[in-house]
């Protein structure tokens, strides 16, 4: 890796500009992100992930949202539609055995999926527990409403994206299960005790501790800090997701282009990086607002590199299985699929 800044970055449309091009090379992002407006057939998906790698001179992660449900990047008839974490947690309050490996087998798909375009990272499990009345935001991209059930699917779904040789990034750490409003319009603010999120919010994200990538809510605690949202809080991001959950791995913010932050596209950069945030992430790709974004981030150093360093050296390899075999028995399971 050459020295890249700390922030993954999309991209405006199917393929680079020669200004996107340029812009990559002297500013080395540490990795891209994919959106639909990306996407339009296999091959044009295998050049565009070649070209991003290729403006930054290695063989930087390129993460996309293929969670399956309403949030799957890569559609028909591109890729199947895939079930949503909910009709997967359906399977698990039936047979919890059979849930799980419900969520494997749709991961190790996802691998498969993904691997043959260069994609290598997939922003997976969603492991929010929402409670009753909170935004759809989050809604039936839920395994369940109790942490029990989002734990044992979430572990499941790290498991089957790295059989396959695709790392995860958990999300959205520590909980956007409690938000009332829409993140990517609002911010949402949580109001109640610190108990409450320690029994029911944070402990699917206690259970993957372990995992190399994780990513922020942009959800204010008042118990915690009332001033700022997760994503930019010394105090969530040092007290809770380091401390009390003991995650080490590399931290992304959730979208800085959502409109729950506030300030400058700038501002927002320099807030996270300030707040403890490994990474920024920009996805929206308008390059008014990437240049602000790459003037407020620097390079990767410190803990932040070393952390960076581990998930470059932690991909795993893909474990040979029968792409068929796994193909068909998930859909034994889901025969809409």
Request: aromatic share 6%; charged share 20%; proline share 6%.
């Amino acid at each position: 890796m050459t020295e890249s800044k700390a922030m993954i970055l999309g991209c405006s449309g199917l393929s680079l500009t020669p200004e996107e091009k340029a812009f990559y090379a002297g500013e080395r992002p540490w990795g891209f992100i994919l959106f639909g407006r990306n996407i339009s057939e296999p091959q044009q998906i295998s050049d565009l992930v070649a070209e991003m790698r290729e403006s930054v001179g290695w063989h930087a992660p390129v993460l996309i949202d293929q969670e399956g449900g309403r949030v799957q990047r890569i559609r028909p008839p591109i890729l199947p539609h895939y079930p949503s974490g909910q009709q997967l947690g359906d399977l698990y309050r039936e047979n919890p055995e059979k849930g799980k490996r419900a969520a494997w087998l749709m991961s190790r798909l996802h691998a498969f999926d993904l691997s043959k375009f260069g994609i290598n990272v997939d922003c997976l499990p969603v492991l929010d527990v929402p409670v009753e009345g909170s935004s759809n935001v989050i809604g039936n991209r839920a395994y369940g409403m109790d942490p029990q059930t989002v734990t044992d699917m979430g572990i499941a779904a790290s498991e089957g994206l790295n059989a396959g040789g695709v790392l995860s990034v958990m999300k959205h750490m520590p909980g956007h299960g409690r938000g009332f409003a829409d993140s990517h319009h609002e911010l949402p603010v949580v109001r109640v005790s610190r108990e409450e999120l320690e029994a029911h919010d944070f402990p699917p994200f206690i259970a993957m501790k372990d995992e190399l990538m994780a990513m922020t809510c942009h959800l204010v605690f008042t118990a915690i800090d009332p001033d700022n949202p997760a994503t930019t809080s010394r105090k969530v991001i040092d007290g809770i997701i380091r401390e009390h959950i003991g995650f080490k791995g590399l931290l992304l913010s959730d979208d800085s282009s959502m409109n729950a932050l506030s300030g400058t596209l700038g501002e927002r950069a320099a807030n996270i990086i300030a707040g403890g945030c490994d990474i920024v992430l920009h996805c929206n790709g308008h390059m008014d607002e990437m240049l602000e974004v790459v003037a407020n981030v620097p390079l990767l150093q410190g803990g932040a590199l070393e952390r960076a360093k581990r998930v470059e050296q932690g991909f795993p390899t893909a474990d040979g299985a029968d792409e068929a075999a796994i193909r068909a028995e998930f859909n034994a399971m889901f025969a809409t699929v």
